[in-house]
């Protein structure tokens, strides 16, 4: 017997959406988590990725940063609008970020690097932890002094982070709390008690050595 389904969203795709209504048809305890997409009926738990751009743009400016880029791997375009928002918000839309996506085959240090310091970027918003690990390994390696030179800021905080050289300030989207929602929204459901149809995770800033 199945309990409950906890729908971890990666992209709002339509046909995944009509699976969760047969889901929930079937009463069947289900929350979608992770991403925002419209109301539709079932529970929603998601962080608010424009409020985590606002956040760590804002903060790559008050630490002396002026030429931002967002460097992203495979990332949507209806994803990548919220943090555009999100930069939009943070300078009052008097400048635009520069967008790198990394594509499968590009080298970091070859393809990448160059490109940075060709533009003048002296921070960087990385939309992905793991890519973040190994930019900063990548600028190490060509001599490029993290935060003096590019300030790396990390979306995503787990002990990768932490345990990166240099060890780098990330922007916390809770993850961990989005997991124990999700559960208590399944047995708010299972209980037959009342549960937020909508629930927004706010975004936080944890700052170490690398913006």
């Not at 992770?34 to 009926?41: A, S, T």
């Not at 930069?87 to 499968?104: L, T, V």
């Not at 800021?153 to 002990?159: A, I, V, Y």
Request: proline share 5%.
């Amino acid at each position: 017997m199945i309990a409950g389904i906890i729908f971890i969203g990666l992209f709002s795709d339509v046909s995944f959406q009509e699976s969760i209504h047969s889901v929930v048809e079937w009463n069947i305890p289900v929350v979608y988590a992770n991403r925002c997409i419209p109301y539709d009926g079932f529970p929603l738990l998601y962080p608010d990725l424009t409020k985590a751009s606002k956040l760590g743009v804002e903060h790559l400016f008050l630490k002396g940063k002026k030429r931002i880029a967002f460097v992203h791997k495979h990332l949507p375009d209806h994803l990548l609008a919220y943090f555009l928002d999100g930069f939009n918000q943070a300078s009052n839309g008097e400048n635009q970020p520069m967008i790198m996506e990394i594509k499968e085959g590009m080298d970091l240090s070859a393809d990448c690097i160059p490109i940075l310091l060709e533009n003048n970027i002296d921070g960087v918003f990385v939309l992905n932890e793991m890519l973040a690990v190994h930019l900063a390994k990548a600028l190490v390696q060509a001599d490029i002094r993290i935060f003096e030179d590019i300030a790396v800021l990390s979306l995503g905080n787990s002990l990768i982070s932490e345990i990166s050289t240099p060890e780098l300030t990330s922007i916390d989207l809770q993850n961990r709390e989005l997991g124990i929602r999700s559960a208590e929204i399944i047995l708010s459901q299972i209980q037959k008690q009342e549960f937020e149809p909508i629930t927004v995770l706010e975004p936080f800033i944890v700052e170490r050595k690398s913006a």
